[in-house]
């Protein structure tokens, strides 16, 4: 069982910057995938940004393709999320979450952190 914890969401004006940090505690985090979804209000939840289990091969989508940057420390057992150049359709409820599948690392999550972008 990992456990996790999001920290860093929040108001920025559009343009701006955000750090998001993921805190697992548990055993193996070193062997899963780590992703970030984002979910707005009548949306559903999409994947942003995922790494795999080394931290080699990060994967964005396109939206946010430029703009994110995610990373992972093993040791520490962090995921982090650094969005750039924010815009008000970055507005979401941020989720960190790892799992075995690369390409959708859900099969534990964290609470959630709200990020809001004003414009």
């Known amino acids: 069982q990992v456990q996790l914890v999001e920290s860093g969401g929040g108001l920025v004006q559009a343009g701006g910057s955000l750090r998001l940090s993921c805190a697992a505690s548990?055993?193996?985090?070193?062997?899963?995938?780590v992703g970030w979804f984002r979910q707005a209000p009548g949306k559903e939840r999409e994947l942003v940004a995922a790494?795999?289990?080394?931290?080699?091969?990060?994967w964005y989508a396109d939206s946010v393709k430029g703009r994110f940057t995610i990373s992972r420390d093993n040791a520490k057992k962090t995921g982090d999320l650094r969005m750039d150049s924010l815009k008000p359709e970055d507005t979401a409820v941020y989720y960190c979450?790892?799992?075995?599948?690369?390409?959708?690392?859900?099969?534990?999550w964290g609470q959630g952190t709200q990020v809001t972008v004003s414009s």
């Open positions: 979450a790892v799992g075995m599948n690369y390409r959708w690392p859900g099969d534990y």
């Open positions: 790494i795999d289990r080394t931290g080699s091969a990060p």
């Open positions: 548990g055993p193996f985090f070193s062997r899963y995938a």
